[in-house]
């Protein structure tokens, strides 16, 4: 694999970062998923503008314009043969000695992409259907921002993968249900609402979210934005997630109670057809 890294173009076992970098001591460090089918970007836009908004929040230096940042994206498209997959970027505040403090002004941020080969429009998931496991949401307070503290959500796909799900929804100590371990969560009620919860620091939001809430509305669904309970959830008709790699994916089980028949609901199912047949038309 040819992988990006500050400025140079290379091989993967040559590409190299400081021990210092404040990504790796500090978590101090941002990242974007954009999803590529047929060698092109889905949502590239939505990513940039988000990855604006984590470098805001964090007061970090952009270490490129969206149209470098589009130009990178595509050469390593074409430098690595990618037809479907992902492409991972990574901003961080730099390396410099080890401190609390940021380093100084015009410390050079370190900037790096590597591409992933992964199925995302066929996948068995979508088929039968994700069974998720809850766990207590103790992530910190800014979830909003794609910070790469990933260590809780590893947990806890961890824990839901040790009690047989697929992956954790997450859960605050109101008894609320946050998001999933690295996607939104969804449920549709048996009035054929859909829920989601409302956007705050509580979650990251989703780029997928976005579009996918949009085309509900356009399709004339019901759309609530508003926090739901695990107990609700369990009774919903219909459980899904959506992320930029999952797309809309179906959940069909929580914490081993089956939600409708126990196999992927027709809205979500729906819903992942008219989100794919959007994002690949507008795919750039
Ligand atoms: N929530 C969390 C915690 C995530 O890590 C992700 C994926 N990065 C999402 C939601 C989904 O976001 P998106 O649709 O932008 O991939």
């Not at 694999?1 to 210092?20: D, L, Q, T």
């Amino acid at each position: 694999r040819i992988v990006y890294v500050n400025g140079s173009y290379v091989p993967e076992e040559e590409a190299k970062v400081s021990v210092f970098d404040r990504a790796f001591l500090m978590a101090d460090g941002i990242y974007e998923v954009t999803t590529v089918v047929g060698g092109k970007l889905i949502d590239f836009a939505g990513h940039m503008a988000r990855l604006g908004r984590s470098l805001a929040a964090l007061k970090m230096t952009p270490p490129a314009d969206t149209e470098a940042l589009l130009a990178i994206h595509r050469e390593l498209v074409v430098r690595n043969g990618l037809d479907e997959g992902l492409i991972y970027l990574q901003v961080s505040r730099g390396s410099a000695d080890r401190d609390f403090s940021f380093p100084p002004e015009g410390t050079p941020p370190t900037l790096v992409l590597f591409t992933q080969k992964v199925a995302v429009l066929e996948r068995e998931s979508v088929r039968s259907g994700i069974k998720v496991a809850s766990v207590p949401d103790l992530r910190w307070g800014l979830r909003d921002i794609k910070t790469v503290q990933l260590l809780y959500p590893s947990m806890a796909k961890m824990e839901a993968k040790s009690k047989g799900a697929d992956d954790a929804w997450m859960v605050e100590s109101d008894g609320t249900v946050t998001e999933g371990s690295s996607n939104n969560a969804y449920i549709i009620t048996k009035a054929g609402t859909l829920v989601t919860r409302a956007l705050s620091h509580a979650i990251l939001h989703g780029i997928t979210r976005l579009a996918v809430l949009r085309l509900a509305r356009e399709t004339g669904l019901t759309v609530e934005e508003r926090s739901f309970t695990l107990d609700e959830a369990k009774d919903a008709r219909e459980a899904f997630i959506t992320s930029a790699s999952a797309f809309v994916t179906p959940v069909v089980s929580i914490d081993g109670q089956r939600i409708g028949d126990g196999t992927p609901g027709e809205t979500t199912k729906r819903m992942r057809e008219i989100y794919i047949a959007e994002s690949l038309a507008t795919a750039i």
